[in-house]
């Protein structure tokens, strides 16, 4: 199916662990974005890339890390979550090598860190 | 980035023009305003954009003043699908670089 897919859905997770949140666009877009959007907030930008293997920082990058060694996908690690990671991750993607153009966004990840 | 001012709250009857405000008083000559909305629980949905002519789509109409420090996106004829958060935002540049606040939520009434 074409469009922007993040995986899982939903995840829970313990304090201290690794996870990975994965974001699949089939758009070949060459920016992507990552999110996250805490109850009651608007969303913050963590991480974006122009193009495989061209990432940085955005607002809130501590405690994250991303690749992108394809175009196509762009993964969100936690190397160690912590409780203030829960939260609501929304990849997006965009074509704006053409111009200011419009972003595309997943459905979001919810993540819980116990 | 140019800072956005949008009420925190509206209500609009179905049927009716939904007019939303936002301010962008710092707002440079090439910055672009963009609109975007999120119903309840679902990734943000781009609505338009514009840098300082207005632009109508499908779903909405934006209006910049000649001044470019304010816009207004109208919705002609809101539904009860269109309640939602409505953000008014201007990036920095043109990466996209979306800086989220908190946007006006929208209420539309039967």
């Known amino acids: 199916d074409a469009g922007i897919t993040q995986s899982p859905r939903y995840k829970i997770t313990e304090t201290g662990r690794q996870v990975t949140l994965m974001c699949h666009q089939t758009w070949s877009h060459s920016y992507m974005f990552w999110y996250r959007q805490d109850l009651g907030h608007g969303l913050r930008l963590i991480y974006y890339?122009?193009?495989?293997?061209?990432?940085d920082k955005g607002e809130v990058p501590d405690g994250y890390v991303v690749s992108r060694s394809k175009t196509e996908n762009f993964p969100l690690t936690l190397e160690s979550a912590t409780r203030s990671q829960t939260s609501v991750y929304f990849c997006?993607?965009?074509?704006?090598?053409?111009?200011?153009?419009?972003?595309?966004f997943g459905q979001g990840t919810r993540l819980t860190v116990v | 980035d140019a800072k956005t001012t949008q009420p925190p709250s509206m209500d609009c009857a179905e049927g009716r023009a939904a007019n939303l405000p936002c301010n962008h008083s710092?707002?440079?000559?090439?910055?672009?305003v963009y609109w975007y909305r999120q119903i309840h629980s679902q990734g943000p949905q781009y609505i338009i954009h514009?840098?300082?002519n207005n632009e109508t789509n499908e779903m909405a109409s934006l209006i910049i003043t000649e001044d470019r420090k304010s816009s207004t996106l109208i919705l002609p004829h809101a539904t009860l699908r269109d309640t939602a958060v409505y953000y008014c935002i201007v990036p920095t540049d043109s990466w996209g670089k979306f800086q989220f606040g908190a946007g006006t939520q929208v209420v539309v009434t039967p």
């Open positions: 710092t707002i440079s000559g090439n910055e672009y």
């Open positions: 514009g840098l300082k």
């Open positions: 890339s122009a193009a495989a293997d061209i990432t």
């Open positions: 997006a993607s965009s074509e704006l090598d053409r111009g200011p153009t419009e972003a595309f």
